[in-house]
Structure formats: structure tokens, C-alpha cells
């Protein structure tokens, strides 16, 4: 069965704080994984998609990158927009996706 | 170009009542999907579909029925609604092939 476990599951930071967001998985066949970000009342909004060990991906203060066994979106001097859920997940050989249960970042002026 | 839209945005049933979630895409998109963010629990497949007339079972079907008349719609359909589905439920859709999934704003759904 496909496990996708997001860490910590809450993180406050202080504005400019630099810190990284683990995800680790185990997933049939994965062919990619991606992270998205989800405002409160909103649907996931889509991020990156990474696709094999060593890519590393960046947009603005946030960065992914993928190993074999874990993910990490590392947010430098994170800004308090940059406050929301972060959900990591991973897609298998038959093209379904396994979610995390994200991380809540909170990002305090 | 609206992307994903669903309606209605919250709903509020009694136990046994029945009710259909509409999703609508303007993508042109092949896939859609269904998944339903409970607390702690991360978002879910219940149903997804990969071509007009087509609809297969996802994570968690049981007490859900989907249907897929249109390529640009894929309606979610509870008989009987239960307590246990409370929940928000997301749509989602993508072209074949890719995996990005682009949500819809999600329908927070109470069952008394």
C-alpha cells in the first residue's frame, strides 16, 4: 500500500526564518511527486512536480527536492504570506495519487 | 477561463437524504476525480474517471455513485447520505498522460 507521512505536521516560523518541510513516501512505481499548497477554504493549488532522485526545483522563497525515500520544501526568509498548508504527494505506476496529511506553516510578522 | 468549478459550495443534509456535487472543467481535460480532506486523514480518491463514460473506483467508494455523461463535467451522487460523510470534497482534472491535478474551490458538505 502507497504511504506518503508529511513532518511536522504544524511549524511556526518567524518572518525570514529559513526552515525545510519534510515528506517521506513509499509508493509503488513512483513516477513523480508534487507538492501543492492549500489556503484555508481553498482547493490545492499546485507547486512543483518532481520526477527523479537529485531534482531539485525552485519558485520565488520555495525549493523542492527529491531523494529516493523523501522530499523537502526548504522556504527561505519566509514571508507571513507564505502561511498556509503544504501538501506533498506521490503518484504511481497507475497514475494515482497518495497524499500526505500536510504540514501547516504559520509564518509570524 | 474559470479551471475547475464546483457547486453547490456548502451543503447541509439529514441523515438519508440524498444530494449530487456537481464538478465542471474548462480545460478540456480527459481525467477527473473526486476526493474528499478530513482532518488528519489528507485528501482521498473516492471515484475518478479517464474518458466521457467512464468511471472507476478510487480509495474510499463505498456510498458514493459517479457519473461522466460529458467530458466537461463529473458529478458525485450520495443515495443515502451518513454522518461519516462530512467531509470537503474536492474535484480535480488533468489531461491524460500528465500528472498534474488542478483542484476545484472544494463543497464542505455536513450530514446531521
Known amino acids: 500500500e502507497d504511504q506518503v507521512t508529511q513532518s511536522p505536521e504544524a511549524l511556526r516560523l518567524q518572518e525570514g526564518e529559513s526552515s525545510s518541510l519534510n515528506c517521506s513516501y513509499t509508493?509503488?512505481?513512483?513516477?513523480?511527486l508534487f507538492w501543492y499548497r492549500q489556503d484555508p477554504g481553498k482547493g490545492p493549488e499546485f507547486l512543483f512536480t518532481l520526477y527523479s532522485a537529485g531534482e531539485e526545483k525552485e519558485k520565488e522563497r520555495l525549493k523542492a527536492t527529491l531523494t529516493k525515500k523523501e522530499s523537502f520544501l526548504h522556504i527561505t526568509a519566509p514571508k507571513p504570506e507564505d502561511s498556509a498548508t503544504y501538501l506533498c504527494a506521490g503518484v504511481n505506476a497507475g497514475n494515482m495519487l497518495t497524499f500526505g496529511g500536510g504540514t501547516r506553516l504559520m509564518v509570524k510578522p | 477561463n474559470a479551471g475547475v468549478t464546483q457547486t453547490p459550495k456548502f451543503r447541509v443534509l439529514k441523515t438519508g437524504q440524498s444530494m449530487t456535487l456537481l464538478c465542471a472543467q474548462d480545460?478540456?481535460?480527459?481525467?477527473m476525480y473526486w476526493y474528499r480532506q478530513d482532518p488528519g486523514m489528507g485528501l482521498r480518491l473516492i471515484h475518478y474517471?479517464?474518458?466521457?463514460?467512464?468511471?472507476a473506483k478510487g480509495e474510499v467508494p463505498d456510498g458514493y455513485n459517479v457519473s461522466r455523461l460529458k467530458k466537461q463535467n463529473f458529478l458525485l451522487g450520495l443515495e443515502s447520505a451518513a454522518p461519516s460523510q462530512t467531509s470537503v470534497y474536492f474535484c480535480?482534472?488533468?489531461?491524460?498522460?500528465?500528472?498534474?491535478?488542478?483542484f476545484g474551490p472544494g463543497t464542505r458538505l455536513t450530514v446531521l
Open positions: 480535480a482534472s488533468s489531461p491524460p498522460g500528465a500528472d498534474t491535478q488542478y
Open positions: 480545460m478540456n481535460h480527459e481525467y
Open positions: 509508493v509503488s512505481g513512483l513516477r513523480g
Open positions: 474517471s479517464v474518458g466521457e463514460g467512464t468511471t
